[in-house]
């Protein structure tokens, strides 16, 4: 069965601090990877979309990558603010063009 | 473009009633998506629709859930009756053709069934 796994489940630090977000999932059959954002109440916002042949996708202060071979994705914040705070999904796209859906990563950023 | 577009946004309704939710997908967008969030699955994908034809219904939890796509720019989903474990919010979302492009969500429904 395919998975993704997002550690941590959660993670407050700081304002102003470089964060790293992780993702890992079991199939390395996949179309694409997502990043997602959603707000408390609130729909998702896409992020970043990287496709299976790509290594990283910047916008901004963020930069994700991904490594097919190690089931790996990360999401890279710089320069932290108090309006990051969201929790961050991964999700990748699967050979029947379904998304496969983390847990999510809850971040909060202190002022 | 005005995004992904749905209604209500909050529904409140009795054990048994029919529930009905409706989406918008951006114009020009050929995939729509359904999909269910609760705390303990998280995400979950119920159907998504291709120029308007259902392609994959196995989400669909059980035969009172149904949706439809009667033309480009809109989408159903309905549940009679419903039950209070389908409590969730319900997203759509829609893109062009995957896998080359993301998909843009709606800002949910979220339904209560008493």
């Known amino acids: 069965k395919q998975e993704v796994t997002q550690i941590p489940a959660a993670l407050s630090v700081p304002e102003g601090e470089n964060l790293v977000l992780n993702c890992s999932f079991t199939?390395?059959?996949?179309?694409?990877l997502q990043w997602f954002r959603q707000d408390p109440g609130k729909g998702l916002t896409s992020l970043l979309l990287?496709?299976?042949s790509q290594r990283e996708q910047t916008s901004g202060r963020l930069n994700a990558s991904l490594d097919k071979s190690s089931g790996r994705s990360t999401l890279y914040i710089a320069a932290s603010q108090p309006g990051d705070s969201a929790t961050y999904l991964c999700?990748?796209?699967?050979?029947?063009?379904?998304?496969?859906w983390g847990a999510g990563t809850k971040l909060i950023i202190k002022p | 473009d005005a995004g992904v577009i749905q209604s209500p946004r909050h529904e409140v309704t009795e054990m048994g009633q029919e529930v009905t939710l409706r989406c918008k997908p951006i114009?020009?967008?050929?995939?729509l998506f359904w999909y269910r969030q609760t705390m303990m699955r998280g995400l979950e994908l119920l159907i998504y629709?291709?120029?308007?034809?259902?392609?994959?219904d196995s989400g669909m939890p059980e035969d009172r859930f149904s949706a439809k796509m009667p033309n480009a720019s809109f989408s159903t989903l309905k549940i009679q009756p419903s039950e209070p474990r389908d409590s969730a919010v319900y997203f759509c979302?829609?893109?062009?053709?995957?896998?080359?492009?993301?998909?843009?969500f709606g800002p949910g429904t979220r339904l209560t069934v008493t």
């Open positions: 979302a829609s893109s062009l053709l995957p896998p080359r492009y993301e998909q843009y």
């Open positions: 114009s020009g967008h050929d995939y």
């Open positions: 629709f291709n120029n308007n034809v259902p392609i994959d």
């Open positions: 199939d390395s059959a996949i179309y694409n």
């Open positions: 990287i496709q299976s």
């Open positions: 999700a990748f796209m699967d050979s029947n063009y379904q998304l496969i």
